[in-house]
């Protein structure tokens, strides 16, 4: 079993930045986050592998940056030049990649974050 503690999300404005933390404790392997704003689907915003191979959706290339501390088994999600749609709760995951497509298999409980002037 693979428990994930999040932490790092809050209020901030238009702009700001905020850094995402998820420390797993169990099996050893690849995690993600992923984000749900109301009425909206769960969708991924950016996962990275054991070896480090990294992947995000489209509308945060270049402002948001996952990384991982191996040593640690935590990940980490950078965010700068935030929007208002990165509103959202966002959860930490832990999975596996097959066939070059990430499966979260364990979900940490989300983090609000809050993107608003």
């Known amino acids: 079993q693979v428990q994930l503690v999040e932490s790092g999300g809050g209020l901030v404005q238009p702009g700001g930045s905020l850094r995402l933390s998820c420390a797993a404790s169990?099996?050893?392997?690849?995690m993600g986050w992923y984000r749900q704003a109301p009425g909206k689907q769960r969708e991924m915003v950016a996962v990275?592998?054991?070896?480090?191979?990294?992947n995000y959706v489209n509308s945060v290339k270049g402002r948001f940056t996952i990384s991982r501390d191996n040593a640690k088994n935590t990940v980490f999600l950078q965010m700068n030049s935030l929007k208002p749609e990165d509103t959202a709760v966002y959860y930490c995951?832990?999975?596996?990649?097959?066939?070059?497509?990430?499966?979260?298999?364990?979900w940490g409980q989300g983090t609000q974050v809050t993107v608003s002037s």
């Open positions: 990275i592998s054991i070896g480090g191979i990294t």
């Open positions: 169990g099996r050893f392997l690849s």
């Open positions: 995951n832990a999975g596996v990649f097959s066939t070059g497509s990430y499966y979260p298999n364990y």
